[in-house]
Nanobody
Framework: QVQLVESGGGLVQAGGSLRLSCAAS????????MGWYRQAPGKQRELVTS???????NYADSVKGRFTISRDNAKNTVSLQMNNLKPDDTAVYYC?????????????WGQGTQVTVSS
């Protein structure tokens, strides 16, 4: 079992910045990749960015050049630096951890944190 604890989020003006953080605890030895998803009202949850234990990253086209994901494997933490925020970035952001072990493959989720960007 993996538990994810998020911090950050809030209300900012367009063009502003926020930093989200997520810490994993529990059975963390099998975690391969971690990332961030977001879900706006009436829309499906979408992948924002992810990072593997080897440091390979992936970004949604809508956030490339503005968002940066980082990871500390030793601490099992992941952060999302969000710059030049736009109103379309408004959503609930969820931390994700993908675990692969000999016993099972599983995804774990944080509680979600609200990010609101005003015009």
């Amino acid at each position: 079992q993996v538990q994810l604890v998020e911090s950050g989020g809030g209300l900012v003006q367009a063009g502003g910045s926020l930093r989200l953080s997520c810490a994993a605890s529990g059975s963390t030895f099998g975690i391969n990749s971690m990332g961030w998803y977001r879900q706006a009202p009436g829309k499906q949850r979408e992948l924002v960015t992810s990072i593997t234990s080897g440091g390979n990253t992936n970004y949604a086209d809508s956030v490339k050049g503005r968002f940066t994901i980082s990871r500390d494997n030793a601490k099992n933490t992941v952060s999302l630096q969000m710059n030049n925020l736009k109103p379309d970035d408004t959503a609930v952001y969820y931390c994700n951890a993908h675990s692969v072990t000999i016993w099972k493959i599983a995804d774990y989720w944080g509680q979600g944190t609200q990010v609101t960007v005003s015009s």
